[in-house]
């Protein structure tokens, strides 16, 4: 197609006309002169066009041009701009936060916001948070006391080092191009195509929705075992019968819990997104107080005493004193204890061999960093369910038939532990690496903050986990940490106890922790399903991409509330972490 092209004479500023082919000639002295001024500020003298200023004409150019970038805290004092930071921090995914927008704003114009949040405030608290869970809180003394200091390292060892070489490899997509926006889904589908993000969308979709489940029935376990025992609705009559008991009140808690999420996901985000610097506040608070209660346990121990008798340890919920027999009024009567292994009150009662021909010791549970219990924590004590929870250190005449016993107020196995067992308990609490990139397209150099953040917390939490491994094992008496759920210890938290300065900042920080963990489960997996839905990757998943009208996934919302049923019905901790 041909294109005729019409020279047109123009005017310069002096009135001249000139053609298209003529040259302008420069008077070098008007320039030197220009430059050689010595007046003024350093700052050059231009008459810009795209300079809108009615202070041209007095050659007055300060602070009139635009920066193209500009250091947030050359503006505004470190500290200030920090606490603004926080103020406004969140751990919603990008699309979340639209969705909140367009909730707040109906149909009035969104202004278009670039992105703003750095490293520290949009990858490194966001994965801090998620990788810092109800793990850290229930599980790592019992997996320490299990599998012995050395093991113990070597399954925080292993699977940091699984999530590091993810954080790697996700690191060389974010830095090989332009990062998109909607988290790792996208980064990966648009990356490696959508066949590649479809599988592991699917995949990391169902360990987000597992995930809800399990940080849920760490909610109602805690809840129910260390805040308020008395809610349980079923009781058990005999001690075979506790187990069966405490997973029906998981099952009924727990779909009560979740149900009241889902509700709170669904109205909106927005109150997610408020909480969410209280959440993170109480993991920050939790870690410090740890830390600083292994400190104070090497000059100041905490009084924490554990009943045993000859080497067993006993569940001390039904008896107050650590006695066969006490005196009173200057008569010889029965304890609580007595009642419990004979078959009355009185002291010709017949009573439980073992108990007869046993002493009963008080050992402190906690003797702190100094008292050199971490050599006796080295090594594993793996057994099958039911075994007997038991000090080798001290004395012991045996019964004839040991198998009667586990019936008595004793602390045994719950399940059968081994070391595969213990590294899928505990692998669920080094996730949580995506956070920061699911934020991918707030990120003002997600290049750059992605990598750096990521890697940077990876490593916070490995030392977090290696330092508590070998702290617990430091101070902490090895059947103490073997008791799972506190029973030798009227049912206290074992780390909530080694905290300072009150346990009660352990049990509340963790219970608002995997509050907030069970939210945020909630609110990405749907976004992903979703996501992966619009992609058209798997046809009968189509459906679970429409929702309301502001795109909030509200079918989504629902497959991703029955399948964490799922998860809330194995009603076991132990049962659903493997699953992820």
């Given at each position: 197609?041909?294109?005729?092209?019409?020279?047109?004479?123009?005017?310069?500023?002096?009135?001249?006309?000139?053609?298209?082919?003529?040259?302008?000639?420069?008077?070098?002295?008007?320039?030197?002169?220009?430059?050689?001024?010595?007046?003024?500020?350093?700052?050059?003298?231009?008459?810009?066009?795209?300079?809108?200023?009615?202070?041209?004409?007095?050659?007055?150019?300060?602070?009139?041009?635009?920066?193209?970038?500009?250091?947030?805290?050359?503006?505004?004092?470190?500290?200030?701009?920090?606490?603004?930071?926080?103020?406004?921090?969140?751990?919603?995914?990008?699309?979340?936060?639209?969705?909140?927008?367009?909730?707040?704003?109906?149909?009035?114009?969104?202004?278009?916001?670039?992105?703003?949040?750095?490293?520290?405030?949009?990858?490194?608290?966001?994965?801090?948070?998620?990788?810092?869970?109800?793990?850290?809180?229930?599980?790592?003394?019992?997996?320490?006391?299990?599998?012995?200091?050395?093991?113990?390292?070597?399954?925080?060892?292993?699977?940091?080092?699984?999530?590091?070489?993810?954080?790697?490899?996700?690191?060389?997509?974010?830095?090989?191009?332009?990062?998109?926006?909607?988290?790792?889904?996208?980064?990966?589908?648009?990356?490696?195509?959508?066949?590649?993000?479809?599988?592991?969308?699917?995949?990391?979709?169902?360990?987000?929705?597992?995930?809800?489940?399990?940080?849920?029935?760490?909610?109602?376990?805690?809840?129910?075992?260390?805040?308020?025992?008395?809610?349980?609705?079923?009781?058990?009559?005999?001690?075979?019968?506790?187990?069966?008991?405490?997973?029906?009140?998981?099952?009924?808690?727990?779909?009560?819990?979740?149900?009241?999420?889902?509700?709170?996901v669904f109205v909106g985000v927005k109150y997610v997104n408020k909480l969410a610097l209280v959440f993170l506040a109480c993991v920050v608070l939790s870690i410090i107080s740890i830390y600083a209660g292994v400190m104070k346990s090497s000059f100041d121990p905490p009084d924490f005493p554990v009943c045993m008798l000859g080497n067993r340890t006993l569940q001390n919920r039904q008896f107050d004193k650590c006695l066969k027999t006490e005196i009173v009024n200057n008569n010889t009567v029965s304890t609580q204890?007595?009642?419990?292994?004979?078959?009355?009150?009185?002291?010709?009662?017949?009573?439980?061999?073992?108990?007869?021909?046993?002493?009963?010791?008080?050992?402190?549970?906690?003797?702190?960093?100094?008292?050199?219990?971490?050599?006796?924590?080295?090594?594993?004590?793996?057994?099958?369910?039911?075994?007997?929870?038991?000090?080798?250190?001290?004395?012991?005449?045996?019964?004839?038939?040991?198998?009667?016993?586990?019936?008595?107020?004793?602390?045994?196995?719950?399940?059968?532990?081994?070391?595969?067992?213990?590294?899928?308990?505990?692998?669920?609490?080094?996730?949580?690496?995506?956070?920061?990139?699911?934020?991918?397209?707030?990120?003002?150099?997600?290049?750059?903050?992605?990598?750096?953040?990521?890697?940077?917390?990876?490593?916070?939490?490995?030392?977090?986990?290696?330092?508590?491994?070998?702290?617990?094992?430091?101070?902490?008496?090895?059947?103490?940490?073997?008791?799972?759920?506190?029973?030798?210890?009227?049912?206290?938290?074992?780390?909530?106890?080694?905290?300072?300065?009150?346990?009660?900042?352990?049990?509340?920080?963790?219970?608002?922790?995997?509050?907030?963990?069970?939210?945020?489960?909630?609110?990405?997996?749907?976004?992903?399903?979703?996501?992966?839905?619009?992609?058209?990757?798997?046809?009968?998943?189509?459906?679970?991409?429409?929702?309301?009208?502001?795109?909030?996934?509200?079918?989504?919302?629902?497959?991703?509330?029955?399948?964490?049923?799922?998860?809330?019905?194995?009603?076991?901790?132990?049962?659903?972490?493997?699953?992820?």
């Amino acid at each position: 197609m041909p294109t005729n092209f019409t020279v047109v004479p123009v005017k310069d500023g002096t009135g001249k006309t000139r053609e298209g082919n003529e040259e302008e000639d420069v008077d070098g002295s008007n320039v030197l002169r220009e430059e050689e001024d010595p007046t003024g500020d350093g700052v050059p003298k231009e008459n810009s066009p795209f300079i809108n200023n009615t202070e041209n004409d007095k050659n007055n150019y300060d602070g009139t041009n635009m920066a193209l970038f500009e250091e947030e805290m050359d503006r505004h004092p470190m500290v200030s701009s920090l606490l603004d930071k926080l103020a406004n921090y969140t751990n919603l995914s990008q699309g979340a936060q639209e969705h909140e927008e367009a909730d707040e704003e109906g149909s009035k114009k969104k202004s278009i916001k670039s992105p703003q949040m750095g490293t520290f405030m949009g990858v490194y608290l966001p994965c801090l948070q998620n990788i810092l869970g109800v793990i850290l809180f229930l599980r790592l003394t019992w997996i320490v006391g299990t599998a012995g200091i050395m093991e113990s390292l070597a399954i925080v060892g292993l699977c940091c080092s699984c999530t590091m070489l993810t954080a790697i490899s996700m690191s060389a997509i974010a830095t090989n191009g332009v990062v998109p926006a909607g988290g790792s889904y996208y980064m990966i589908s648009r990356s490696l195509g959508p066949e590649f993000g479809g599988a592991v969308g699917l995949c990391f979709y169902l360990g987000t929705t597992f995930a809800g489940a399990m940080y849920i029935l760490g909610t109602i376990e805690i809840l129910l075992t260390y805040i308020v025992p008395k809610a349980a609705i079923f009781r058990a009559e005999r001690k075979e019968d506790e187990m069966n008991a405490l997973l029906n009140n998981m099952r009924i808690y727990g779909t009560c819990c979740l149900s009241l999420m889902a509700i709170v996901v669904f109205v909106g985000v927005k109150y997610v997104n408020k909480l969410a610097l209280v959440f993170l506040a109480c993991v920050v608070l939790s870690i410090i107080s740890i830390y600083a209660g292994v400190m104070k346990s090497s000059f100041d121990p905490p009084d924490f005493p554990v009943c045993m008798l000859g080497n067993r340890t006993l569940q001390n919920r039904q008896f107050d004193k650590c006695l066969k027999t006490e005196i009173v009024n200057n008569n010889t009567v029965s304890t609580q204890l007595w009642r419990l292994f004979c078959d009355g009150p009185g002291l010709n009662s017949t009573c439980n061999e073992y108990f007869v021909n046993n002493n009963l010791t008080v050992i402190q549970g906690i003797p702190g960093l100094a008292s050199g219990v971490i050599s006796e924590n080295m090594w594993s004590a793996y057994g099958p369910v039911g075994m007997l929870v038991e000090n080798k250190r001290l004395p012991s005449v045996g019964a004839i038939d040991p198998a009667k016993d586990i019936y008595l107020p004793y602390v045994v196995n719950d399940i059968s532990t081994f070391f595969t067992l213990l590294v899928g308990i505990y692998f669920p609490s080094v996730t949580g690496i995506m956070a920061g990139s699911n934020r991918s397209g707030d990120l003002r150099d997600a290049q750059k903050s992605i990598p750096v953040g990521t890697i940077l917390a990876i490593a916070t939490t490995s030392f977090i986990y290696i330092s508590g491994v070998i702290f617990f094992g430091a101070c902490i008496e090895g059947v103490l940490l073997r008791d799972k759920f506190g029973d030798s210890v009227k049912g206290n938290l074992v780390i909530g106890t080694l905290s300072w300065p009150s346990p009660w900042v352990i049990v509340i920080g963790s219970f608002f922790s995997c509050c907030g963990a069970g939210l945020q489960s909630l609110t990405g997996a749907p976004r992903l399903l979703q996501a992966i839905a619009r992609d058209g990757i798997v046809p009968f998943l189509q459906v679970f991409g429409h929702g309301k009208a502001n795109g909030e996934p509200t079918w989504a919302l629902l497959l991703t509330t029955g399948i964490c049923e799922i998860g809330i019905l194995i009603a076991s901790l132990d049962a659903v972490a493997p699953i992820l």
